[in-house]
């Protein structure tokens, strides 16, 4: 199993499997409420036995090259993750989503480990288009996709049914070509 370093403050990203069920648990357990705001990940995942369908689901995508899933850890404690919710090589496109408990929130963790999977789509897996779909009023979301160079493309009007209200979808999305070609933006955030 691989870890890669996010930076200097102890983060690092590593795959998320179905062994790691009880800790993704846990994990979620301390950020329910922050994380399920804008995602049903919250929802889905409410106990052991949906912990590790959940993590054996895309232990599957990864094995059908499909999609994937890697946490974050800070210090050995899982605090967040990234994942690739589709991906068609066929096609080339591939949607990337991400989630954070809150002790960790405002650190740029998840932009770091955005780069690192959204490098891995292009380079390693030939993806041409990776698309980023936030809530509206998701606005941590939407500003990583900003911070990242990918392009809003537009608005899915009351698109997605959440906890009882209908949100408003921004579509963003990044090309392999614009991805290559780094922004000054970018040039000074990986510097």
């Known amino acids: ?8 403050d102890g983060a690092e990203l590593r795959p998320l499997t179905p062994w790691h069920a009880q800790e993704f648990l846990t994990h979620l357990d301390r950020g329910r409420e922050f994380v399920g705001r804008f995602v049903s990940l919250p929802d889905v995942v409410t106990d052991l036995a949906s912990s590790r369908a959940y993590l054996r689901s895309y232990a599957e995508k ?29 096609l080339g496109v591939a949607e990337a989503g991400c989630w954070l408990e809150p002790s960790a929130a405002g650190r740029g963790l998840v932009t770091r480990a955005v780069r690192v999977l959204v490098d891995w789509a292009v380079h390693e897996r030939g993806v041409h288009r990776v ?12 500003a990583v996709a900003r911070r990242l160079g990918f392009t809003r493309e537009g608005v899915l009007r009351e698109s997605y049914p959440h906890r009882g209200k209908r949100y408003d979808i921004e579509v963003w999305s990044v090309l392999a070509p614009e991805w290559r070609r780094p922004s000054p933006v970018d040039r000074a955030v990986r510097a």
């Open 1 to 8: 199993m691989y870890a890669m370093s996010l930076g200097d």
């Open 62 to 90: 990864a094995a059908s090259d499909t999609g994937r899933i890697d946490g974050i850890w800070v210090d050995g404690a899982l605090v967040g993750g990234v994942v690739l919710r589709t991906m068609d090589l066929t």
């Open 131 to 142: 698309e980023w779909l936030a809530a509206a009023e998701n606005t941590a979301s939407t």
